[in-house]
Nanobody, 117 residues
Framework: QVQLVESGGGLVQAGGALRLSCVAS????????MGWYRQAPGKQRELVARISSGGSIMYSDSVKGRFTISTDSAKNTVYLQMASLKPEDTAVYYC???????????WGQGTQVTVSS
């Protein structure tokens, strides 16, 4: 069982920046992918950014060019640097980790990001 603990959420004005952190309880190179999802009130959870163990990165169209996902293997941490934040980025952000064999899907508890206009 992989434990994921997020931090870094908060209240920020539109145009501002935040950095989210997610610390994993085991070495992240043992996981096949890690990512960030978000869920706004009344909406489905959606993928924000994902990075594979091979270094492939994908972003949702809504955050491309504004958000950056990165990892620090020494700290077993994945980051989401968010810039040029918009009110529509307001959501609970969840860290996710995937192990392919056997398949396991792990989630953090979530961290609230609120962007005021």
């Amino acid at each position: 069982q992989v434990q994921l603990v997020e931090s870094g959420g908060g209240l920020v004005q539109a145009g501002g920046a935040l950095r989210l952190s997610c610390v994993a309880s085991e070495r992240i190179f043992s996981l096949n992918a890690m990512g960030w999802y978000r869920q706004a009130p009344g909406k489905q959870r959606e993928l924000v950014a994902r990075i594979s163990s091979g270094g492939s990165i994908m972003y949702s169209d809504s955050v491309k060019g504004r958000f950056t996902i990165s990892t620090d293997s020494a700290k077993n941490t994945v980051y989401l640097q968010m810039a040029s934040l918009k009110p529509e980025d307001t959501a609970v952000y969840y860290c996710n980790a995937v192990r392919s064999v056997p398949f396991r899907d792990y989630w953090g508890q979530g961290t609230q990001v609120t962007v005021s206009s």
